[in-house]
């Protein structure tokens, strides 16, 4: 049976996703960024990877019923005010990620599908794709995919604004989840584009050439957090996206390789 919270706990978001060794993403940049937004943040870990601020060297997932230990153990002991879904690290934990999506349709649920690595190491195998797909179908309230990740969802290339606004109508077709593709990548500008089955909602902020880890995942919890203090799908989104601009000029370089959040 479940404790009541004091008065002035804080709400707990959840995120479900990897571990990443130096906090530039994953786990415990989720968890920061949770914390810096006044929630409680905790996490059910599906993969370990190995690697540095340059590159990921291997990624070790969990089995199933690790995942699902970690999630059973947790829920019955708090309640969640939000979940964040992202690396999976394997097609085994795509079932599972559905049945713990499923178990909270009231709450707000975003999924960033972490395909890949940046330095190129695959973080989710892409004939998981469609069994992704299928699985989140009506239990998440938003996709955040980056350009690279709505072209394999999408089975399209994207490579430019129109293709991100055709990207996330596919996949909102194909989900019935609200998609906003991260457009970080562009040459010229970094856009975000949100369509939820209505409306398309355009998101620009002044390119800024630094080379961050975790911007992706940054994005996301801060969407999750704005989602879970009451805001709207649309105003989270622009407000998760300044954030996450300001962020990305105050990042530093602990390393060799990418920048860092700070907080």
Do not use: W
Not at 36 to 54: H, I, P, W
Not at 213 to 242: M, N, V
């Amino acid at each position: 049976m479940r404790s009541e919270p004091a008065a002035n706990m804080k709400k707990i978001l959840l995120s479900v996703t990897g571990y990443d060794p130096s906090g530039g993403a994953g786990a415990i940049l989720d968890v920061r960024v949770f914390e810096s937004l006044d929630f409680q943040g905790m996490a059910v870990l599906t993969a370990l990877t190995v690697q540095n601020t340059r590159k990921v060297q291997n990624v070790l997932p969990f089995a199933p019923r690790t995942l699902m230990a970690q999630y059973a153990t947790l829920s019955r002991d708090v309640s969640f005010a939000g979940i964040k879904a992202g690396m999976l690290g394997s097609i085994k934990n795509v079932p599972l990620l559905a049945r713990i999506l499923a178990k909270h349709p009231d709450l707000p649920r975003v999924v960033d599908p972490v395909l890949g690595a940046s330095s190129g190491v695959p973080l989710l195998e892409e004939d998981a794709i469609p069994s992704l797909l299928k699985a989140v179908r009506g239990h998440a309230s938003l996709l955040t995919p980056n350009m690279k990740e709505a072209s394999l969802m999408a089975g399209i290339l994207v490579a430019s604004p129109q293709d991100m606004r055709e990207a996330a109508r596919i996949l909102f077709e194909r989900t019935k989840i609200p998609c906003l593709v991260k457009g970080g990548h562009l040459e010229k500008s970094a856009i975000n584009i949100l369509y939820d089955g209505h409306r398309t909602v355009v998101y620009g902020h002044e390119k800024l050439r630094k080379d961050v880890h975790g911007t992706g995942c940054f994005l996301s919890a801060a969407i999750l957090a704005y989602l879970a203090r009451g805001l709207s799908l649309e105003r989270a989104c622009g407000r998760a996206a300044d954030l996450t601009h300001e962020a990305i000029k105050k990042a530093i370089k602990p390393g060799k390789g990418r920048s860092l959040f700070v907080f």
